[in-house]
């Protein structure tokens, strides 16, 4: 997910006020770090390029802000996956053949968190259980103290809601702005048996950087060997303390077009809730085949797909892994400042089928059973 398009789609999600909160502190976090040039400054006619951006990747931005959504108790089969209910119609978009946008709607959306557990052992449920009760706990302390300080003091309100997760190395989604709220969070984690989500390290590709060094520095970090054996394109990449790691790249297929990815790994004991660390909105849900596979490092995974999307996750010993999965919109290159409407309709991916071979070399080129094992956590 790139950061300035969900910028651009802030204004096409219609929230309530504790969700706008949510959203607007992570674009404040998000925007002011360094990026290259991205989807959103392309100009297109009729501002289409702008269109583009935003209906493509709405999907991928509501997931981590939506947190209305309550989950159905319905079971699909041995693997007993829980489905969020509907989170209402939602707006998506393709290209036709001569690049232009249409706009579908769907009532059928469904909101697929990277950090909720949908099935587990008693232990990892107990898990989700105590860190939802933290996250709990630590919002009631921390609203109230954010709602004195409006009324108190407007002006050192709005300084704190612009810098919002930038203290110390707390993730946005924490909400911490002082001492005083750091020192209480980390004792809520302390009391639940739980560890806060801290940030090692935030590596966003810049112009020089080489997609084989990134990987290598995040392999390093992250796993015994090798992260991945393909040729990936990657956009960032986050490391945690814990351990954990979050990746955005896409990798070629073997047609030329490029799977886009969203790799979330979150350790048995982070004190995390369903809606922090990304996402999915899942089209028309009730088209979701819903299989498991084995890749061919051994590890089992879920996979929930239709022709558009697809979602998977699998328990490793430390960590619970999920990886978000869709059509590129570009195929191998970015698009630039300046290119024309016919230059970027001749990298714009149209195609947006997405079948289970295509998802399932995407799996087989992970090493997920080396995660966690060697790395420097």
Not at 43 to 70: S, W
Not at 171 to 200: M, T
Request: aromatic share 10%; charged share 25%.
């Amino acid at each position: 997910m790139r950061n300035r398009a969900v910028i651009a789609a802030y204004s096409g999600i219609d929230l309530d006020e504790k969700q706008a909160e949510m959203l607007w502190q992570s674009i404040e976090t998000e925007s002011r770090r360094p990026r290259r040039a991205e989807t959103t400054e392309i100009p297109m006619p009729g501002g289409k390029g702008r269109r583009l951006a935003r209906t493509l990747l709405l999907a991928a931005a509501l997931t981590a802000l939506l947190t209305a959504g309550a989950f159905a108790a319905e079971f699909f089969g041995a693997k007993s996956v829980i489905i969020p209910q509907s989170v209402g119609e939602q707006q998506f978009g393709h290209l036709d053949d001569e690049g232009n946008i249409v706009e579908e709607d769907s009532e059928n959306s469904a909101a697929l968190s990277m950090t909720t557990v949908y099935e587990g052992t008693e232990e990892v449920m107990d898990w989700q259980e105590r860190a939802a009760a933290a996250m709990e706990e630590w919002e009631a302390y921390r609203r109230p103290r954010l709602e004195a300080l409006r009324e108190s003091d407007s002006a050192e309100y709005q300084r704190v809601q612009s810098t919002m997760g930038s203290f110390g190395d707390y993730p946005y989604f924490y909400g911490v702005w002082d001492d005083e709220g750091a020192a209480k969070l980390r004792e809520i984690a302390d009391n639940h048996g739980l560890k806060l989500r801290v940030l090692r390290e935030n590596r966003i590709k810049m112009e020089g950087d080489s997609d084989e060094a990134m990987m290598e520095a995040l392999s390093s970090q992250v796993c015994d060997g090798r992260l991945c054996t393909a040729d990936l394109r990657v956009d960032h990449y986050m490391v945690y303390e814990t351990g954990a790691f979050q990746l955005s790249a896409d990798v070629k297929q073997p047609d030329g077009r490029r799977l886009a990815f969203y790799l979330c790994t979150t350790a048995y004991d982070e004190m995390i809730s369903d809606y922090t660390v990304g996402g999915l909105v899942v089209q028309d849900f009730t088209d979701l085949v819903t299989r498991t596979y084995t890749a061919v490092d051994g590890t089992e995974l879920t996979v929930m797909q239709n022709d558009h999307q697809a979602f998977a996750f699998a328990y490793l010993d430390d960590y619970y892994l999920t990886m978000s999965m869709n059509i590129s919109a570009w195929r191998d290159e970015l698009p630039a400042p300046g290119m024309t409407a016919e230059q970027i309709n001749a990298i714009t991916e149209k195609d947006f089928s997405l079948d289970e071979e295509a998802v399932n070399a995407a799996l087989d080129a992970f090493c997920f059973s080396a995660i966690g094992k060697g790395g420097a956590a």
